[in-house]
Nanobody
Framework: QLQLVESGGGLVQPGGSVTLSCTTH????????IGWFRRAPGKGREAVSS????????KYADSVKDRFTISRDFFANTVYLQLNDLKPEDTGTYYC?????????????????WGQGTQVTVSS
């Protein structure tokens, strides 16, 4: 059974950076587009970014554009989300997910397998 594992979250000061990782064991992510989503305290799930199956295209939510960067390493079987210039409103649990389509998508209905999430807290 496919299980995604996120890591890299933590407490970060405003303006700081952190890199999140999404990987799995015993399953090759190279065949799938991958997305990152987040849920802030008391709010609904929000799409953050996604990367296509071949890594050639990406999408970002307007709220994170020019601050976050998604990438993938096929050899490491890992998808990364680099978070820069973090703001308190970026606080939340970040989840990666496997898409049922190969294109980059930030439509949560395209995603069917979710990780357990990693917490990012932006605070001074």
């Amino acid at each position: 059974q496919l299980q995604l594992v996120e890591s890299g979250g933590g407490l970060v000061q405003p303006g700081g950076s952190v890199t999140l990782s999404c990987t799995t064991h015993g399953f090759n992510l190279r065949y799938y587009a991958i997305g990152w989503f987040r849920r802030a305290p008391g709010k609904g799930r929000e799409a953050v970014s996604s990367i296509s199956q071949d890594g050639g295209s990406t999408k970002y939510a307007d709220s994170v554009k020019d601050r976050f960067t998604i990438s993938r390493d096929f050899f490491a079987n890992t998808v990364y989300l680099q978070l820069n210039d973090l703001k308190p409103e970026d606080t939340g649990t970040y989840y990666c997910a496997v898409s049922s389509v190969t294109r980059a998508s930030i439509d949560s209905s395209d995603f069917g397998v979710w990780g357990q999430g990693t917490q990012v807290t932006v605070s001074s």
